[in-house]
């Protein structure tokens, strides 16, 4: 596994070793000793998976504020997504950059997301299946989403006519959000 610095404190991208033959591939897409003794030490509790039926699809920016804030490993299993996170972390170095790496079937690159990072995608291609770990549960009621087009962020989303869901549409701009780390 090799492990990369992005533009943001804390997150990174992680290229898993693959091995193929004639019959396939295969690869190990978590091992907690190996993240460990990549420096990465969290404790992932819950695995999720997502499908996006068109390209251009954008889903977030989400994340769950303090008390249940989450750290995220993702990975897309199909399709091509270009991945993006926003430090939203008051005395973290890179407050309100972002890093945004494309992920996808082919490459099987994964990113990790600290906790204190707001996180969304943008579907590349049809049928897109994703795949994260995250470190706590899932918390209703400190589920946030922000503006995935927030001026502050300047994220270059790649589409001017997004598929965006009710809530991410009416999502807050960050300025105007409960959220803060």
Known sequence: ???????IKGAYLIEPA??????????????????????????????????????????GLHCQKA?????????????????VAVDIRKNSPTYLKHVAVELSGENKNMLYIPKGCLHGFV???DNVELSYK????????N?????FDDPIFGIDWGTDNPILS???RNAPLFSQSDVEF
Do not use: H
Not at 67 to 83: F, N
């Open 67 to 83: 008390p249940a804030a989450q750290a995220k490993l993702v990975s897309c299993t199909r399709g091509r997504i270009i991945d």
């Open 143 to 147: 589920d946030r989403s922000i503006r």
């Open 18 to 59: 693959v091995f193929g033959d004639n019959r396939g591939w295969f690869y190990e897409s978590y091992s907690a000793l190996k993240f460990a003794q990549l420096g990465i030490d969290t404790v992932f509790v819950q695995d999720n998976r997502s499908f996006s039926e068109k390209k251009g699809t954008v889903r």
């Open 1 to 7: 596994m090799n492990l990369t610095e992005t533009g």
């Open 123 to 125: 579907t590349l291609t």
């Open 134 to 141: 995250v470190d706590d549960y899932y918390s209703p009621e």
């Open 166 to 168: 009710e809530k991410d």
